[in-house]
């Protein structure tokens, strides 16, 4: 079952898809990429005022949501972004954004923490070990006490966004466990590489720390107490990703099955041909089905829900394999216009194939709830 949105909800779905639709259609992703960019810095803080980085962060750190169930609320935008396939840090700097208004001391970074909201900074989450995907432990770099300070050394890879981003939110071991701190940019030791993407305009990047002082004051939270907080964000970085895809996969059916009653093959439409027929009610089964593993996974997190992690993880090995195999399904059902450049099926594979494997492949999180059950 999908949610049953309140009358402010709704209102801030159309809001949302208006504006993509008129300042990121497809064609705009297309010339973004040609120009090498992953987004447009105006088009995101005119989306920040429509309430795309507040939705998960109390009113009283200067947040809030339209419903009171910021969680939810934001999968309504990221349900929308998946549709257009639209660029911008949305799940990134949400994730940030929660950390830090979240953490013990979040005072300390009310500046940032504003920028973030007013859409004038972008800030990632760096916290992946290169080769390793999702796996907090492996992915901390070292964080060494330094007089009032810490020195932090080491790699993130496939850090999303870390191209266009102004800070990091850096995950690292300190003595006391793993620790969360706030890295700007520019500060010395940082360098960023950016890697290409099979998304077209989601970009990534390598971050490299070579003996990067920080103050103390960087700590997100205290000084190894951030496991608690890292499976939040992981959290709801997931959930994020697979409202991402639920947008996904609605988009391509509905315009695979106008396709198929505008093609004609033999003199009939390749909507009236049984087993094509067959095969549309198949994925259109599958898109429903992850509709409401998403719908659930959304609940459990906005509740903090013991059971979230599983049902997060249920969301994702479904609809990170469901995505693809139902948008490959429709490349298919395109016949050769399937398969060419000009055809925009093409940035929606990419988008749900990237998807799939950030913050946990199907397989991967098959194995998480494995482990979550104790089986």
Request: proline letters at 3%.
């Amino acid at each position: 079952m999908r949610f049953e949105l309140t009358a402010d909800q709704r209102l801030l779905q159309t809001a949302t898809a208006d504006y993509l639709e008129k300042s990121a259609p497809l064609g705009v992703i297309r010339a973004l990429h040609d120009e090498g960019r992953t987004f447009d810095r105006d088009t995101w803080r005119r989306g920040a005022e429509l309430g795309w980085t507040s939705l998960v962060v109390p009113e009283e750190t200067g947040g809030g949501s339209v419903s009171g169930e910021g969680v939810v609320d934001a999968t309504v935008i990221a349900e929308q972004f998946g549709r257009g396939c639209a660029p911008g840090p949305l799940a990134v700097v949400n994730v940030v954004a929660a950390a830090l208004a979240e953490a013990a001391g979040a005072d300390r970074h009310a500046g940032l923490l504003g920028r973030l909201l007013d859409g004038s900074m972008v800030a990632a989450w760096a916290c992946c070990a290169p080769g390793r995907g999702w796996d907090p432990e492996a992915g901390a770099i070292e964080a060494r006490p330094d007089g009032d300070g810490y020195v932090l050394d080491g790699t993130h890879d496939g850090v999303e966004h870390g191209g266009d981003a102004d800070a990091f939110l850096v995950l690292a071991h300190t003595p006391e466990g793993l620790s969360q701190f706030v890295v700007e940019r520019d500060a010395d030791g940082v360098s960023v590489l950016p890697l290409e993407s099979l998304d077209m305009v989601r970009g990534f990047a390598r971050v490299d720390y070579a003996g990067v002082r920080v103050p103390a004051t960087a700590l997100v939270g205290a000084a190894g107490g951030a496991a608690a907080a890292v499976e939040r964000q992981f959290q709801l970085a997931v959930v994020l990703q697979c409202a991402e895809l639920v947008g996904v996969v609605e988009r391509v059916l509905e315009f695979t099955r106008q396709w198929m009653f505008d093609r004609y093959s033999f003199g009939r439409p390749l909507a009236s041909y049984q087993e094509l027929k067959h095969r549309m009610a198949d994925m259109t089964l599958w898109s429903e089905s992850g509709q409401a593993t998403m719908a659930a996974a959304a609940r459990a997190v906005q509740e903090r829900r013991a059971d979230a992690g599983e049902l997060v993880s249920v969301a994702k090995s479904y609809l990170g394999q469901r995505a693809t195999d139902i948008i490959q399904d429709c490349v298919q059902l395109h016949g050769g216009l399937g398969v060419t450049w000009e055809h925009d099926i093409h940035i929606y594979l990419r988008r749900a194939t990237v998807n799939r494997l950030m913050w946990g492949t199907p397989s991967a999180h098959r194995r998480r709830i494995a482990d979550l059950l104790n089986v």
